[in-house]
């Protein structure tokens, strides 16, 4: 697929993955919208990007306000370029320690963000998606969603998280078989260790162990890493319905 010119929007594009996969789609010659509940952080990335840039600001589980990011990304140009890097985790067990069960709460706040968060502005992205005049194969675009290998490898108290995970995984199939039909195509990237702000706060001993402990390169993953993966999965019209490990060949242990 050609990707110079068309339109994309990119939730938690203000920092991390979602930061680095707007910068890198801009070089490519990518109109990105940029939504992001905080919105002075992506209002500055927008403006460190410049012309190729713009945001919203807005929450995910909000309907209306993911329409309205889609509505910005579509009146961009046309609307090929679906990623949604919005999302985070939570470190609970079954039981806590003094037999207690984990807390309904977070649960069901962890699914909130990361599985309807990708929900809502995936099916609001296909609809308008489904309307773009197709390219010369009859492809309309790709949604690139963010699951985890904690969809596969869930450590110790991952059960929130690895569960919100394996249904970013589990939507991947159905998704692209649904969209077929208006040729849209449907991935999703589960990444490894990756040096984000949420490893960011952790001592550098901390995380130079956590580098060791990937197969090879043992080091963590860089986010640009991750937005070049997407850029390589716009472009390949022949991947579709596949989840793909970004992880240097870790597999994670019990904990």
Sequence with gaps: MEINGCAAIVTGGASGLGEATARRLAAEGVTVTIFDRNGDRAKEV??????????????????????????????????RIVVNCAGTGWVGRVINRDGSPHDLGAFQFIQN??????FNVMTRAASAMATTEPMD????????NTASVAAFDGQIGQLAYS??????????????????????????????????????????????????SVNFPKRLGNPAEYGNLVVQIARN?????????????????PK
């Design 46 to 79: 927008a403006g460190e990007i410049g012309a190729r840039a713009n945001m919203v600001a807005g929450d995910v589980t909000d309907p209306d306000d993911c329409q309205k990011a889609v509505d910005q990304a579509a009146a961009a140009g046309p609307l």
């Design 237 to 253: 019209s022949y991947l579709n319905a596949e989840v793909i490990r970004l992880d240097g060949g870790i597999r994670m242990p």
């Design 137 to 144: 194969n009859g492809e309309r675009g790709v949604i690139v």
């Design 163 to 212: 569960a919100s995970k394996g249904a970013v995984v589990g939507m991947t199939l159905p998704a692209a078989r649904d969209l077929a039909v208006v040729g849209i195509r449907v991935l999703a990237i589960a990444p490894g260790l990756f040096d984000t702000p949420l490893l960011a706060m952790l001592p550098e001993e901390q995380r130079n162990a956590l580098g060791q």
């Design 113 to 118: 963000l990361n599985v309807i968060g990708t």
